[in-house]
């Protein structure tokens, strides 16, 4: 027999870094899971991705158990750290902060792909290289 769904919930927390914070103690607490195994078990899992926010969808059921799955992470996070950037463009469209290549949008692109709703990778460049233009960096090629 399948559990009853209680809720799911949908956080964006540091990867290797969950911690009981209001934020996050608040978005859980209310629905009375053990939160310690959460972060337990999330930090295991995105152990390796350390630094870059990692969204997770917590599905908690009626019998306070709970699973999860993790997202890539955020398009701009990824954007950045392939750059090496601190932050986008505070005027996008006047200011650019950037430039990135072909070669590094596929590379995003292939971390981001499970999450977009494409399938062909030059879809997923041209959603990569929309975000790019958005935070102020120029496109090449």
Excluded: C, H, W
Aim: aromatic residues 4%.
């Amino acid at each position: 027999m399948a559990r009853k769904v209680k809720a799911v919930v949908k956080l964006q927390i540091e990867a290797g870094e969950a911690r009981p914070t209001p934020a996050v103690g608040s978005a859980l607490g209310q629905y009375g899971i053990n939160m310690m195994a959460f972060f337990k078990e999330y930090n295991e899992r995105t152990s390796d991705q350390v630094g870059m926010i990692v969204p997770a969808e917590i599905t908690i059921y009626e019998d306070r158990s709970f699973s999860f799955v993790t997202k890539a992470p955020p398009t701009a996070g990824l954007i950045r750290r392939e750059l090496s950037i601190e932050k986008g463009s505070q005027t996008p469209g006047r200011e650019t902060v950037a430039t990135i290549t072909p070669e590094q949008l596929e590379a995003v692109a292939k971390i981001k792909m499970p999450d977009l709703n494409t399938t062909d990778i030059e879809a997923a460049k041209r959603i990569v290289a929309g975000t790019a233009r958005s935070m102020g960096i120029e496109v090449a090629g």
